[in-house]
């Protein structure tokens, strides 16, 4: 609790000097470290697991703790406890080891989408920041309304995450979660496990019962260390004391005194079991032996896929009403390319490693970050670009790159920051209106006015003899001089982004 404490303030506090203080929670998470390439803390964390099990699973994950909660509130009584028990499930080994595989596959060849997507604490960090922090903060819903397409993203994670959890405790860890299928592969042999003494356990069920990652079979006494997230849960739960944590493997490798019944007709060749004729005990048997398939709502698929499917087309839609709606004489203007935050190492480096958490976004000075819906290219998705018509990059500010968890931007001074160019300047002489307010407000005084050339044919704006222009040499691409331009529904002077 304390550590999903941590990770919601640094998300959602307004004094970004907090969330700077509190960032290490954030730099620890797996993914994160692994887009960073810090060999040395994934090796730690492999050891942990080797010698713990899946503790970060139930510590340090921010989604871990979020399920933990859903899960409790249909089982907060006794009584809802005994209606909504667990029950042992097979694991999923082929869909969770081919979502691993593919979020791997998608780290090396640079498609940062899905593993931004499915990676748990980017999930979380869209979560607070798209639906808590503007309860929170005064941000007037600038991040809600932001970027549409992060927005549908966390709803449709949390509703999804929050039906498996409260239906199926830890079942995105176990199933969906590329971190959990990692930790997964250490966790079968780790030193210190729960293993249950099969010369004090009767067989009451009270740990299955309780199990949230669904990885207990009395039936068999064993525990399947790949999915058990080390919650202890069942230690509380066993009257006798049959099932501890410990580094001894007392279970004997093929259990006694299981139940053997055939559920077809007569035994085979060579079988000396009985057949069993009694529709009630093979009912029994395949209830036991089987668990409950996840029922999806048909409805509820399709119109969270509409929502997901159509936030591209509306973004079209939306850039062709502001096309139709440009006024003769004046030309509407787009950058050439995206502006990227400052420092990164190259643009490359920047789209391998970030995941899209959001942590930037939320704590941006200038509110001019925002998730990118397709400016980076549909692969890149949720990356942080700059949008200078909703803000600007304060000259002064080096928060996003203090607070980057996965070396996507690396840590600036001050006077690094001043000397970083994300971007440059153009003016389009055609919608100037040689107002000087970017002249006033440049931080770096690259705009000057000049005297104007020939009018252009058609020409129906202002008359005024001078015309903003800008000294690209010193130009860093804050955006001041797009945002602070009057000039509507086209910009006079946008910024261009580096490649």
Not at 133 to 144: E, S, V, Y
Not at 206 to 211: D, K, L, Q, S, T
Not at 404 to 422: M, N, Q, R, S, Y
Not at 459 to 473: F, L
């Amino acid at each position: 609790m304390l550590m999903l404490a941590l990770m919601t303030v640094i998300f959602t506090v307004a004094d970004a000097r907090i969330a700077i203080a509190a960032g290490l929670v954030a730099k620890i998470q797996i993914l994160p470290l692994a887009m960073a390439g810090a060999v040395t803390a994934l090796t730690v964390w492999c050891g942990v697991t080797l010698l713990l099990g899946r503790i970060y699973c139930s510590t340090v994950c921010p989604m871990g703790a979020l399920q933990d909660i859903i899960a409790r509130i249909p089982r907060l009584t006794r009584s809802a406890r005994r209606n909504h028990p667990y029950h042992y499930a097979m694991p999923n080994n082929k869909l969770r080891y081919s979502l691993a595989i593919t979020v791997l596959v998608c780290i090396i060849a640079g498609i940062s989408v899905i593993p931004g997507i499915l990676d748990p604490y980017s999930a979380y960090g869209r979560i607070v920041t798209r639906l808590l922090r503007p309860l929170i903060t005064d941000d007037k819903g600038n991040i809600l309304i932001a970027s549409a397409l992060a927005t549908v993203i966390a709803v449709v994670t949390l509703f999804g995450v929050g039906i498996m959890a409260w239906r199926r405790g830890r079942l995105y860890c176990n199933t969906i979660c590329p971190v959990g299928a990692a930790l997964s592969v250490p966790a079968r042999w780790s030193l210190l496990h729960f293993d249950i003494d099969t010369d004090l356990c009767i067989n009451c069920r009270a740990c299955e019962r309780v199990c949230k990652s669904q990885c207990i079979s009395v039936n068999d006494h064993v525990v399947d260390h790949s999915r058990c997230v080390v919650c202890f849960d069942c230690v509380n739960a066993c009257g006798e004391n049959a099932i501890r944590y410990t580094t001894r493997r007392k279970r004997l490798s093929t259990p006694m005194l299981q139940r053997i019944v055939p559920l077809d007709t007569a035994p085979g060749a060579g079988s000396t079991l009985p057949a069993v004729k009694d529709n009630a005990v093979k009912e029994t048997c395949r209830k036991e032996t089987s668990s409950p398939p996840v029922r999806i709502d048909r409805r509820q698929f399709l119109a969270t896929g509409l929502l997901v499917a159509a936030a591209p087309a509306l973004s079209v839609i939306a850039d062709t009403a502001a096309k139709s709606a440009v006024p003769d004489g004046m030309t509407a203007m787009k950058p050439l390319h995206p502006v990227a935050p400052p420092g990164r190492h190259s643009m490359a480096s920047y789209l391998d490693r970030c995941t899209g958490c959001g942590l930037c976004v939320a704590h941006c000075q200038g509110k001019v970050l925002t998730p990118s819906a397709g400016q980076l290219g549909w692969v890149h998705a949720l990356h942080p670009v700059m949008d200078y018509d909703k803000g600007r990059c304060v000259y002064d500010c080096t928060r996003c790159t203090d607070l980057c968890p996965t070396g996507a931007l690396t840590p600036l001074t001050v006077d690094e920051k001043h000397i970083f160019i994300i971007g440059h300047a153009r003016v389009e002489p055609a919608n100037c209106i040689g107002c000087g307010n970017c002249v006033y407000d440049c931080p770096r005084n690259t705009i000057s006015l000049i005297r104007r050339g020939p009018v252009p044919d058609g020409y129906k704006g202002s008359r005024s003899h001078y015309v903003a222009s800008v000294d690209t040499s010193e130009c860093i691409g804050c955006g001041t001089c797009q945002y602070v331009c009057p000039v509507t529904p086209c910009k006079a002077i946008i910024v261009d982004g580096i490649v």
